[in-house]
């Protein structure tokens, strides 16, 4: 039996190792294209600067990580985001860099103002941001831990190695076309298929 502590390392593990597969630029830029919709090969090379050969390596580790997936369409094989929740990844990197930025400028602003004229920054962007971030935050780590009291509570049930339980919950989210969040509340509420 898998305790809490033991569910959230692995979670965190299986995030360390899908943030490692968007680590490198050109995978980004890739993901980027593809929640734009369905790009082929020659097309995703057009919008990236990458080159085929460089592509399919890329394309490789997206696919081993389940984030991508590839369709033939008319002749041509067409990769799609396997979730729309991959596309958030980036945006939500982009809401964190635009945040630190701001933060890091706001710093910068603060270090050349003079001490007699203290600034007001309730209404400034940072403010704002920040407080857009904080609930996305809290629901983040919700859903972690809802993920991580799925992931035992079909280990408890299935006998399976955690490893296991998490891999079937998210084979049973992507043949339902559901979140992970989504298919670990059923897994909790004891409506997953074992």
């Given at each position: 039996m898998i305790g809490p502590a033991q569910a959230a390392d692995m979670l965190a593990a299986a995030e360390a190792e899908l943030?490692?597969?968007?680590?490198?630029?050109?995978?980004?830029?890739?993901?980027?294209?593809l929640a734009l919709g369905p790009s082929s090969v020659p097309d995703l090379c057009e919008a990236t600067g990458l080159k085929p050969s460089h592509l399919a390596g890329h394309l490789a580790q997206l696919r081993a990580q389940h984030l991508v997936t590839g369709k033939r369409a008319g002749g041509r094989l067409l990769y799609r985001l396997s979730f729309p929740e991959v596309a958030r990844i980036l945006s939500e990197a982009d809401a964190v860099l635009s945040v630190r930025a701001a933060a890091e400028a706001d710093g910068l602003t603060a270090m050349s103002?003079?001490?007699?004229?203290?600034?007001?920054?309730?209404?400034?962007?940072?403010?704002?941001?920040?407080?857009?971030?904080?609930?996305?935050?809290?629901?983040?780590l919700e859903r972690r831990a809802l993920i991580a009291a799925a992931v035992e509570s079909v280990s408890v049930r299935t006998g399976r190695s955690s490893e296991a339980a998490l891999a079937a919950?998210?084979?049973?989210?992507?043949?339902?076309?559901?979140?992970?969040?989504?298919?670990?509340?059923?897994?909790?509420?004891?409506?997953?298929?074992?």
């Open positions: 943030f490692k597969a968007l680590a490198h630029p050109a995978r980004a830029r890739v993901v980027g294209v103002a003079p001490e007699t004229a203290p600034r007001d920054t309730e209404n400034e962007d940072v403010g704002a941001l920040v407080e857009e971030l904080v609930p996305r935050l809290e629901q983040s919950l998210l084979s049973e989210a992507r043949e339902r076309g559901r979140t992970l969040a989504e298919t670990a509340s059923d897994a909790v509420a004891g409506n997953v298929t074992e």
